[in-house]
């Protein structure tokens, strides 16, 4: 397996992996949510390929894997510009906001 980092902005992996919304992710040592120390490595399964990764600093990922690291910037969201699913959300809100006030919908 190779190891890289993979630089991240305001991101928190251990809330990523654990807050429930995804379930492909484990921890390497089987613990699901109760251990929370820092360095914990997680990993799954990526087309039959290994992952592991952890959050060793709060602007880096390690990871191992022979996998690209683009593969695993989708794998945890991190090819998304964040800014912009912001704006098109507030964009809809406005929109139904909008609707609401209309009478469109109630």
Known sequence: MRRFSIPVEDFDLELTLTCGQTFCWHRLNGDL????????WFYTFRNGEPVMVRQD??????????????????????????????????????????????????
């Open 33 to 40: 949510f109760e251990d929370s120390s820092e360095n914990s």
């Open 57 to 106: 600093q709060p602007d880096r990922l390690t990871v191992k894997t022979d996998l690209d690291p683009s593969q695993i910037k989708q794998a945890l969201g991190l090819d998304k510009d964040l800014q912009k699913v912001f704006s098109r959300f507030l964009m809809m809100m406005s929109w139904r906001r909008l609707r609401k006030v209309c009478g469109v919908l109630e």
